[in-house]
């Protein structure tokens, strides 16, 4: 058996998030539909991510294995030519055996768009969030800054969430504002459900001045999903990349 | 009757192109009946430039007249809050009676691109052509320039083509290569049929080496849609702006 890793982009929009589910139409239940017809085995993929319903990926990543000995390259584009073309595969390579795309990752880096101008063009629309009134970028920068390290993040994701250690390491976290666009940038080394949206819906509390950056440490220490902000709309949300070890 | 000019946006994969088509979804068919709902009055709105099957618009201009008295801004968000997601009413402005977006249009903007790295993401996808191999920029860019001046354009617009006078004033016609891909720019007072298309059809064949860029002469000379190259798909085409005479 050979253990493969692929890098997938896909415009979220039309799927129902990236985990199988039944009568659904998601990107792993596609991707292994596909794999599975084209190399007549049944294959299951690992997803680094599991994005949610309308979020999008520019570099999710996905390990297999299969019996196959098509080449990488024949692979990609042969498995492309069967893909939606909302779904694209840009990279795929041979990877050590037992290479597991989630339990591997070593830290993902996720984006979050905020449109700050009315009307958003057509082309930027289903990739952003469009926020009311002007936001404080200054004051969302010093929050975001406070989410830096190692913290219990049980506060920024669903009160039933049965993940017992909620504790990840936020390598950074950061407020970029152009072209009449915020974008928030959070790398960690693992995320909590709804956890960057939720992170993103108190950063735009901070901006309307709702809230005090000074806040954040409480609603940290809180540990209760009633101190956060609101899950911000998945639209807004690309999952970057995804980081491994050197050599992988 | 107050005389208005919009700027419209759109992405164009969905629609029949922008001129009214019996039974087909077409941006100025959707404009006229969204814009004669709202305002309870029949309104035909004419288009600087009418665009393809397929090709996008980040900068049309279309003016209609109306017997409304709904301010400007009001009449931008009504009627983008009745507008499929695809279509966006970037701006609205009073103009002096009697303005007409085509007649009035002193030159217009088109952008094309095309990709040279295969593959293409799923957000650059619709917006973008592909060809494979490489191409020859900088023989393209020789090319590109030999379309500015006045020249009779019949080698590049279609043999049925009925519009007698076929020339046309081209005022930059260049070539910019960028991050894999390569972007066409041409700016012109007019633009016959598929003329663009047309441009970058012949200026590709320049790039694969089966055309030198010292034909382009000649094949303008020629006068004969034969002698020219095929026409490039629609989706690498943006309209990207409409220019008037100072005040408008």
Same mark, same amino acid.
Request: with cysteine.
């Given at each position: 058996m %050979?253990?493969? /890793?692929?890098?997938?982009?896909? =415009?979220? !929009?039309?799927?129902?998030?990236?985990?199988?589910?039944? @009568?659904?139409?998601?990107?792993?239940?596609?991707?292994?539909? @596909?794999?599975?017809?084209?190399?007549? *085995? &049944?294959?299951?993929?690992?997803?680094?991510?599991?994005?949610?319903?309308?979020?999008?990926?520019?570099?999710?990543?996905?390990? $297999? %294995? !299969?019996?196959?000995?098509?080449?990488?390259?024949?692979?990609?584009?042969?498995l492309?030519?069967?893909?939606?073309?909302?779904?694209?595969?840009?990279? =795929?390579? *041979?990877?050590?055996?037992g290479?597991?795309?989630?339990?591997?990752?070593? #830290?993902?880096e996720?984006?979050?768009?905020i449109?700050?101008?009315?009307?958003? &063009?057509? $082309?930027?629309?289903? $990739?952003?969030?469009?926020?009311?009134?002007?936001?404080? +970028?200054?004051?969302?920068r010093?929050?975001?800054?406070?989410?830096?390290?190692?913290?219990?993040?049980?506060s920024?994701?669903?009160?039933? #969430? +049965?993940?017992?250690?909620? @504790?990840r &390491?936020?390598?950074? &976290?950061?407020? =970029?504002?152009q072209?009449?666009?915020?974008?928030?940038? +959070?790398?960690?080394d693992?995320?909590?459900?709804?956890?960057?949206?939720?992170?993103?819906? !108190?950063?735009?509390?901070v901006? /309307?001045? %709702?809230?005090?950056?000074?806040a954040?440490?409480g609603i940290?220490?809180a540990?209760?999903?009633?101190?956060?902000?609101? #899950?911000?709309?998945?639209?807004?949300? +690309?999952?970057?990349?995804? $980081?491994y070890?050197?050599?992988?």
């Open positions: %050979r253990s493969l /890793k692929m890098t997938v982009a896909y =415009v979220g !929009t039309p799927f129902a998030g990236w985990q199988v589910q039944p @009568r659904l139409a998601t990107v792993q239940g596609i991707l292994e539909d @596909r794999l599975s017809r084209m190399l007549q *085995e &049944s294959v299951r993929i690992a997803g680094a991510g599991r994005t949610d319903a309308g979020v999008h990926a520019r570099g999710q990543v996905a390990s $297999f %294995r !299969t019996a196959s000995r098509i080449p990488t390259e024949g692979l990609r584009r042969g492309n030519a069967r893909l939606p073309h909302e779904i694209r595969i840009m990279q =795929v390579e *041979e990877v050590p055996e290479f597991h795309a989630r339990a591997d990752a070593r #830290c993902k996720y984006r979050y768009r449109a700050l101008r009315e009307p958003v &063009s057509p $082309f930027e629309a289903p $990739f952003v969030a469009s926020v009311r009134g002007p936001l404080d +970028v200054e004051a969302m010093r929050a975001a800054v406070c989410f830096i390290g190692r913290h219990d993040f049980s920024f994701c669903p009160a039933g #969430c +049965v993940i017992e250690d909620r @504790r &390491s936020v390598i950074h &976290s950061g407020v =970029v504002e072209d009449g666009q915020i974008e928030y940038q +959070v790398r960690a693992g995320f909590l459900r709804h956890m960057v949206r939720t992170l993103v819906g !108190t950063l735009v509390l901006g /309307k001045g %709702r809230l005090g950056a000074s954040i440490p940290l220490a540990r209760d999903r009633a101190a956060a902000g609101p #899950c911000a709309p998945p639209q807004g949300l +690309v999952l970057e990349k995804v $980081f070890g050197e050599g992988s």
